[in-house]
C-alpha cells in the first residue's frame, strides 16, 4: 500500500482564513452582551418594583401611574367627540383629568362613570390612547319637547328624562307640553303629530289631562279633545277632516273625539275671544 504523504504539523494549510478568524473574534465580543442585557432588565424591572411597593396607600393603577410618569406618559390632550348641546365647561369638568396627569394613572371607568350621570348624556365611551391622549366619546340624548309644568320649563327627551331646565331658549321650537306626566307619555303622541305636519303646524301645545289623556290646543284658540290610549287614530282622522271639510278653519272652541263612534263640535262664543289652554299651558319662553 503505497504511503499517505501528509502536510507537517504548523504549515500554511492548517491556519484559519481571514473570514473564520472574524466570526471567532465577533462571538468572543458579543458573548457578554445577553448577561449585560439581562442584568438591565433586572436592575430596572427591579427598580419599579421597588417603587411600587414604597408607594403605600395607592392602588396599583395609581402606582404604576407613578411610575411611568418621569418617562413621558402623561396626559398631553383630552379629545372629545360627539358633544352637540352639553356645555363643553360642563363635560369636561365632569371627566376631572388634567394635563400633565399620569395617564396610566387614570380609571378610565371613573371618567366614564361621572360623564354618564350628566342629564345630557346617553352613553359615554372613554379611550386612553398612548402615549399620552385621553378620548371622550358621547351619545347626547335627543331633544323632543319643553315641558311645562308648575310654571317652570324644561327640555326632555323621547324617554321623557329632563336634560336641561336651565337656558332653553335654543330650543324654543320644539312642541310644547304640558302638565303632570306629560314627558313619559309624550313620545306616540309627537310621533303621530309629525306624520301630519300640516295639522302639527296648529298645535300651540299638548296638555295632559289627568294623566290619562291628551287635549291639543290650537292656535286658533280650538281645544281638541283626544280619546284616551288612541291618540294616533284620532289625529289622523282630524287631518282627514281638515282636508276634506276644512273643519278646523271654523270658529269653533271644542271638537271632543274622545268617543271613537261620533264626532261633537262646540262653536265659539260670538261675543268671547278665543279661548286660551289651561293656567299652566302658557306660551314658550322667550
Not at 336651565?166 to 314627558?183: C, M, N, Q, S, Y
Request: overall charge positive; glycine content about 8%; hydrophobic content about 45%.
Amino acid at each position: 500500500m503505497p504511503g499517505v504523504t501528509r502536510a507537517p504539523r504548523n504549515s500554511v494549510h492548517d491556519r484559519p482564513g481571514r473570514l473564520k478568524l472574524l466570526l471567532r473574534r465577533s462571538r468572543s465580543v458579543l458573548r457578554p452582551v445577553p448577561f449585560l442585557c439581562a442584568g438591565a432588565v433586572l436592575l430596572g424591572g427591579g427598580a419599579v418594583l421597588s417603587y411600587l411597593s414604597s408607594s403605600k396607600g395607592l392602588s396599583l393603577q395609581q402606582r404604576l401611574g407613578r411610575a411611568t410618569g418621569p418617562v413621558g406618559l402623561r396626559v398631553t390632550e383630552i379629545a372629545i367627540e360627539g358633544r352637540r348641546n352639553l356645555p363643553e365647561s360642563q363635560l369636561r369638568a365632569a371627566i376631572g383629568v388634567g394635563r400633565g396627569e399620569p395617564i396610566l394613572s387614570i380609571s378610565l371607568a371613573s371618567v366614564r362613570s361621572r360623564v354618564e350621570s350628566l342629564s345630557w348624556v346617553e352613553h359615554a365611551t372613554v379611550e386612553r390612547r398612548l402615549p399620552g391622549t385621553i378620548v371622550v366619546y358621547i351619545e347626547e340624548r335627543r331633544p323632543v319637547a319643553i315641558w311645562q309644568n308648575g310654571g317652570k320649563f324644561a327640555v326632555v327627551d323621547r324617554s321623557g328624562q329632563i336634560v336641561s331646565d336651565r337656558d332653553i331658549t335654543p330650543f324654543k321650537t320644539l312642541p310644547l307640553i304640558v302638565g303632570v306626566g306629560a314627558p313619559r307619555a309624550a313620545s306616540s303622541l309627537l310621533a303621530a303629530l309629525a306624520a301630519q305636519p300640516a295639522l302639527q303646524a296648529r298645535v300651540l301645545a299638548a296638555v295632559r289631562v289627568a294623566d290619562r289623556r291628551w287635549n291639543l290646543h290650537l292656535n286658533s284658540g280650538t281645544d281638541v279633545l283626544l280619546p284616551e290610549g288612541a291618540e294616533a287614530p284620532a289625529i289622523n282622522r282630524l287631518a282627514t277632516l281638515q282636508k276634506e271639510h276644512a273643519l278646523l278653519d271654523r270658529p269653533l272652541q271644542i271638537v271632543d273625539m274622545r268617543l271613537l263612534d261620533r264626532l261633537v263640535v262646540r262653536p265659539m262664543p260670538a261675543s268671547a275671544p278665543a279661548s286660551a289652554p289651561s293656567p299652566d299651558s302658557g306660551k314658550k319662553p322667550a
